[in-house]
């Protein structure tokens, strides 16, 4: 059974960066693509950034396109979100989730969660 853990949020000043991480243990990592959403209770769970299982595909939500950057390394069984020139509105618990078809579309379904990790942006 797949295992996430999200780890790098924490409180941050408007314009400011995060590195998320989301660590995945007892799956085939290599064999999976890797998304990242975010929730504000009350709201529905957003799509923000998804990678294929190679890293050659990556996608964004429209909104976010040139402040977000999701990687991986495989070696390293983690999959990364570069979260730059944040505002307020970013604030949110943002999850990993698996997509065991390998692509990582936002079309796609992901069906493996971690807890997720807080990010609070202050103006």
């Known amino acids: 059974q797949v295992q996430l853990v999200e780890s790098g949020g924490g409180m941050v000043q408007a314009g400011g960066s995060l590195r998320l991480s989301c660590a995945a243990s007892g799956g085939t990592f290599r064999d999976y693509a890797m998304g990242w959403f975010r929730q504000v209770p009350g709201k529905e769970r957003e799509f923000v950034s998804g990678i294929s299982w190679n890293g050659r595909s990556t996608y964004y939500a429209d909104s976010l396109k040139g402040r977000f950057a999701i990687s991986r390394d495989n070696a390293k069984n983690t999959v990364y979100l570069q979260m730059n020139s944040l505002k307020p509105e970013d604030t949110a618990v943002y999850c990993c989730?698996?997509?065991?078809?390998?692509?990582?579309?936002?079309?796609?379904?992901?069906?493996?969660w971690g807890q997720g990790t807080q990010v609070t942006v202050s103006s």
């Open positions: 989730a698996v997509d065991l078809t390998g692509v990582g579309s936002q079309y796609r379904t992901f069906n493996i």
